[in-house]
């Protein structure tokens, strides 16, 4: 298979937020290129952690690990559940499943942004929510 990286658009990653607390978000994605899928996976990971603490961090991949082999990974919709295992002051690691069979653990760091809110990231995380 031949990857074409030209069109690689993150903002296309995740098409809505399902749920969302304080141990857990689900979202779903459309069909996506495999490479798009994982970018999907590591997105909703940090808009958690970003969540969590009211948008007020910088959040961002450290490692995937445990990742499964799946060759059409994105090539149908997703619905992926990340549950936070751990927290630190350095960042939060998550289990990661995918259509409900499990995908891989993720490590995301994260560090002050500012004393104001990432408003970017808040309004992307609020209109994500309200697509059903």
């Known amino acids: 298979m031949d990857l074409d990286f030209t069109s690689f658009d993150p903002t296309q990653a995740l098409e809505a937020i399902l749920s969302c607390d304080a141990r857990q978000i689900v979202t779903r994605t459309k069909s996506l290129p495999p490479y798009l899928a994982l970018e999907a996976m590591a997105q ?3 808009m958690h952690l970003r969540h969590l603490h009211d948008f007020r961090i910088q959040a961002y991949l450290v490692s995937v ?3 499964l ?5 994105g090539a ?3 619905t992926i559940r990340a549950d936070i295992t751990a927290e630190t002051t350095a960042g939060a690691s998550y289990a990661v ?3 409900d069979a499990p995908a ?3 490590l995301i760091g994260r560090h002050a942004a500012s004393d ?3 408003t970017i990231f808040q309004s992307r995380f ?5 697509i059903s």
Do not use: E, F, H, M
Request: with cysteine; charged share 20%.
């Open 97 to 99: 499943t995918v259509n």
């Open 65 to 67: 690990s445990d990742l």
């Open 104 to 106: 891989c653990r993720i």
């Open 116 to 118: 104001s809110q990432d």
């Open 76 to 78: 149908k919709p997703l």
């Open 126 to 130: 609020a209109c994500l929510s309200t």
């Open 69 to 73: 082999y799946a060759p059409d990974l």
């Open 44 to 46: 909703t990971c940090g």
